[in-house]
């Protein structure tokens, strides 16, 4: 149920599939996983309080009847049988992995049939997801990675004398933040590619191409997990194309063990999109997350806290993505207490200045003594929705039931939601409350900076060193979530979304910035000489490390190292 900013995009992505000779295999959902936030589906549909998402809950299928209505009847003409390139549409998506009611996928096969589809059908499941996931009529096919001839025992089992088929064979994985960057070997890529067409048995690629997570889209890994893991903005995928559309050793491995299969020569390689590096991004000007809050909606004012789908903004749909900032007052110190019903990440500040976090592991948080009453806020991230797994009623976002301060319940809340939405994006950076890098800066803060271009624009990579987390914007368009702990170290910027001239680039920052960058500009603008202290750092060796006693108790001893912290102290 994945929403196109066009009513015209996907019919003009099918009908150039057409143009260049390519055969659809149409996966229309509702839901489609991808690792998309909520597989796809629209967080609209949790404001209903008893809703189940993939059964047949009527809440659900008036939803699912009314995108049908909207889709399937622009597609149907495109299938072979009318002239077009869709020759299979898939019914729904590894249903066999939730499989919480029996006459969904018969329900959802009808809603296709009704509206025009007469092409082939399929499914698509692993192993374990073929024993539920599967419904009359329909071609079911299987997922995996690494091949085990026994699937294919138990797929002829179930469907005997018909094609088999992978539907998605995963030729790389996905990422987390704090995790590793998946590699797949493309030797054994091409063993198990090799030993499928020796099998005779149809093959799929998920993914070809990978591509990119733009804004909030990413999804959240789940399953055998204590607490979600984020996925990153880059769906890079380790796919034979990259991110940027480049080849890889596995685009040629596959493109030389296809053309053993052709009878003509295949014809030659597409130029590669160039690409070009720029001049860094001096940081002009800031604004303080407070000074922004003017630029939002009208703050929502409710005596409990109110989860983000159920807030009453953006037509009554509730908010989609971002951030929500809750708002309350404390008069003592004490101990704050999420009960687990933060989802996912808080900042959390008292009078506006940072005291801590709290997220899945660290529930808990001290704050400091006051002597009257201080304004308490806590900025709440949604870092992405589970995309897949049985827990997808439950990724209700923002704070989703009581929080405790020295275990009683908190009320009065003022509530700004921040989504962070084009319009909102556009207002921030055409006002004039931007103020001068020379003032000191308070966080979380946007930041702006300008790059000007005198040729076409070409896709390029955006790295923000120094930089811990927050999100970047191109010419108003949300590039996605940059965050220091990776593995991911840059963001990949289209060309399209530059422009000849002016360029703004602002970045949502929420703990600490490149603030260095920007004050050697303004000293330079400014004609003050410049000494560095320290230009290259070194090594306090022996014993000859001092120790800082300034605004402390008690003195403490510098490290060993004089140099700039690097990955091996991260």
């Not at 048995?201 to 997990?225: E, K, Q, R």
């Not at 959390?348 to 997220?359: L, P």
């Not at 001068?436 to 070409?458: D, E, H, I, V």
Request: charged share 20%; with cysteine.
């Amino acid at each position: 149920m994945a929403l196109f900013s066009c009513k015209t995009t996907q019919l003009a992505y099918l009908r150039l599939a057409g143009r260049l000779g390519l055969w659809v295999i149409l996966r229309p959902g509702p839901y489609i996983c991808a690792e998309w936030d909520l597989g796809g589906l629209p967080s609209w549909l949790l404001r209903d309080p008893n809703m189940r998402l993939r059964t047949t809950y009527s809440g659900f299928t008036d939803a699912v009847n009314s995108f049908f209505d909207q889709l399937i009847t622009k597609v149907a003409p495109l299938q072979y049988s009318k002239g077009g390139p869709i020759i299979a549409v898939q019914v729904e998506n590894e249903y066999g992995s939730y499989a919480k009611d029996e006459a969904y996928m018969p329900f959802i096969k009808e809603a296709l049939l009704s509206r025009g589809i007469t092409e082939l059908l399929l499914t698509s499941d692993n192993k374990a997801g073929l024993k539920a996931g599967g419904v009359k009529g329909a071609l079911e096919t299987i997922n995996f990675q690494d091949l085990d001839p026994e699937d294919f025992s138990y797929l002829n089992a179930i469907q005997p004398f018909k094609p088999q088929m992978v539907m998605e064979y995963w030729s790389g994985w996905f990422d987390v933040w704090g995790g590793r960057h998946h590699i797949y070997s493309p030797e054994v890529m091409m063993s198990v590619v090799a030993k499928l067409f020796e099998m005779g048995v149809s093959i799929n690629f998920y993914m070809f191409h990978g591509g990119t997570n733009f804004g909030f889209m990413n999804g959240a890994l789940a399953v055998d997990l204590p607490a979600p893991k984020p996925m990153i903005t880059s769906y890079d995928y380790d796919a034979p194309l990259s991110e940027a559309g480049d080849y890889t050793t596995k685009y040629h491995l596959l493109r030389n063990f296809f053309s053993q299969y052709q009878i003509q020569p295949l014809p030659d390689l597409p130029a590669l999109q160039k690409r070009r590096a720029y001049q860094p991004v001096i940081i002009e000007q800031r604004l303080s997350l407070w000074e922004a809050l003017p630029f939002t909606d009208k703050p929502y004012k409710s005596e409990r806290p109110v989860n983000m789908e159920n807030l009453p903004v953006n037509n009554d749909n509730g908010q989609l993505y971002g951030y929500t900032l809750y708002e309350t007052t404390i008069s003592s110190g004490g101990v704050l207490n999420s009960k687990n019903n933060i989802r996912d990440r808080a900042l959390v500040f008292v009078d506006k200045e940072y005291v801590g976090f709290i997220n899945d592991e660290a529930q808990k948080l001290v704050i400091p003594n006051v002597t009257e009453e201080r304004s308490l806020s806590l900025l709440v991230e949604n870092c992405g929705r589970v995309n897949y797994g049985k827990t997808l009623n439950n990724q209700r976002k923002g704070i989703v039931g009581d929080i405790e301060f020295n275990e009683l319940p908190l009320r009065g809340f003022i509530i700004h939601s921040l989504d962070m939405n084009p319009g909102f994006i556009n207002r921030l950076e055409g006002s004039g409350s931007w103020i001068s890098m020379r003032q000191q800066t308070s966080f979380p803060a946007f930041f702006k900076g300008r790059m000007y271009l005198n040729r076409n624009p070409k896709d390029t990579f955006i790295r923000l060193p120094v930089w811990k987390k927050g999100v970047v914007f191109i010419n108003g368009q949300n590039l996605g979530r940059y965050w220091s702990i990776g593995p991911q170290q840059t963001l990949y910027v289209p060309g399209p979304w530059l422009k000849i001239g002016e360029n703004q680039i602002m970045v949502f920052e929420e703990r600490e910035t490149d603030v260095m960058m920007s004050v050697v500009a303004k000293l330079f603008e400014m004609g003050v000489s410049i000494n560095f202290y320290m230009f290259h750092g070194g090594t306090n060796f022996g014993f000859m490390n001092g120790a800082l006693a300034v605004d402390l108790p008690a003195p403490k001893p510098m490290i060993t190292s004089y140099g700039k912290f690097n990955n091996g102290f991260q």
